[in-house]
């Protein structure tokens, strides 16, 4: 039987407010354990929690963005659990009344075709603080620096059909959230996280499956190959005669399986009450009015522009916008070059590899776009060829200078002189006799020996467009 795959994910978004959502100690990263917990944090008796403006303006921001339907009133609940990192005995969350309602992202698909996303609501909360399981032997070391960080829990429909699609659903997400400066999307220091509900059904059945949820991944490879193994794990036991339990999985990197933590049976009653601590969060439309001015032009305006001003392919144009920094790269290099064509071909290509080779956003790259523009303008007036300016961009990322002084230093210049290039063809001609009657005898693949034996006595430095073209009037000789 064939079957189909149903997906929905939970993504955690970490707001990049300087202080945490219900106190005022800081959020900054990596601090000694404890010393960024203060008495809110740590749930003294007798403290209150205290909004922070900051995380509602970023989660109103990001509401606009979604194009969604920002509450005029949204309520902040208690979610009771007992952990040993949750000092409280509950999470501040949002339940019925989340500050995001409904919106939806568009995501491009492999084939080209582009697909929106349903997200059923966006909500505010707490993070947890840390769990040491492997600092103290035969102890759990508790960390609360992190306890208090601001969240934005982003919740999709399930209208993801592949791995595939729920990874370019989870970028596009990641993308926004920088665009919008409301994260800094660094998913190492967990900023940004997410938690995958799959389930799967024979093709053409309406009624989705029973689903089993992967919590808590934050790389996007990882969560590609969980979501295939749980549906392949889900396909395996239902033809085996098997049932899909509703059930929550961790995901072992590791081991590249994933494997139960708790059933719905042992699931959690949060006992989920308004929390009496904290008043409900208004909303006006002047507020909203004043938050979507400050909206940056978003990936998919900024797509739009890039393929009606600089005419790039719709591929092209998401590759450039997939960021903000790779977006402005490209506009300071055509800016310099003139030629957005030329530049988007060489981000996306020559430039995207070598980042890519070396796992570098485009702001750790080691050629900046001032220095990659004067490359390209050096393709543009003829200096030098496309083959040799691979050559040249290869030792400007090892530091070897500048395009101009790379040319110089190592006399790569173009030729163009017709004469010189003329005399190479000949003496080519000349050591070939056998292949150049062949060739005018109407072997036309042979073209292409006599081309590339003209560049190789160049060292590739002679213009092809020059050589193909003397090489054709030879044989009209
Ligand atoms: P819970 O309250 O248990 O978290 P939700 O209804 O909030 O459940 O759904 C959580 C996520 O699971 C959502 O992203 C939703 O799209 C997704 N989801 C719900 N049902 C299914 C299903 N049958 N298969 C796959 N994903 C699902
Ligand atoms: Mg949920």
Known sequence: MNYEAVIGLEIHVQLATKSKIFSGASTAYGAEPNTQACAVDVALPGVLPVLNTEAVHMAAKFGLAIEAEVAHRSVFARKNYFYPDLPKGYQISQFELPIVGSGHIDIELESGETKRVGVTRAHLEEDAGKSLHEDFAGMTGIDLNRAGTPLLEV???????????????????HSLVRYLEICDGNMQEGSFRCDANISVRPKGQQAFGTRAEIKNMNSFRFVERAINHEIERQIDLIEDGGEVVQETRLYDANKDETRPMRSKEEAN????FPDPDLLPVFIDDVYLDQVRKL???????????????FGLSSYDASVLTSSRE??????????????????????????????????????????S?????????RIKDNTISGKIAKDVFEAM????????????????????DSGA???????????????????????????????????????????PAQVNELMRKKLQD
């Open 269 to 272: 009653d949060y006992r989920y």
């Open 326 to 367: 790779l977006a402005d790269y490209f506009e300071i290099v055509t800016a310099k070059t003139g030629d957005a064509k030329l530049s988007a071909n060489w981000i996306s290509g020559e430039l995207a590899a070598r980042l890519n080779k070396e796992e570098l956003e485009i702001g750790a790259s080691r050629v």
């Open 155 to 173: 919740v999709s429909e399930p209208d993801m059909r592949s791995a595939a699609e729920a990874v370019a659903y989870m970028k596009k997400m």
């Open 295 to 309: 909206l940056p032009e978003l990936p998919d305006q900024k797509k739009q522009r890039y393929i009606q001003t």
């Open 397 to 416: 990322w090892n530091g070897e200078g500048s395009a101009d002084e790379i040319i110089g230093s190592r006399g790569l210049k173009q030729i163009t």
């Open 369 to 377: 776009a001032e220095a990659y523009a004067e490359l390209l303008t």
């Open 421 to 463: 290039i003329e005399a190479m063809v000949d003496a080519v001609v000349a050591s070939n006799p056998e292949q150049f009657e062949q060739l005018k005898g109407g072997k036309d693949k042979l073209m292409g020996f006599f081309v590339g034996q003209v560049m190789k006595a160049s060292k590739g430095k002679a213009n």
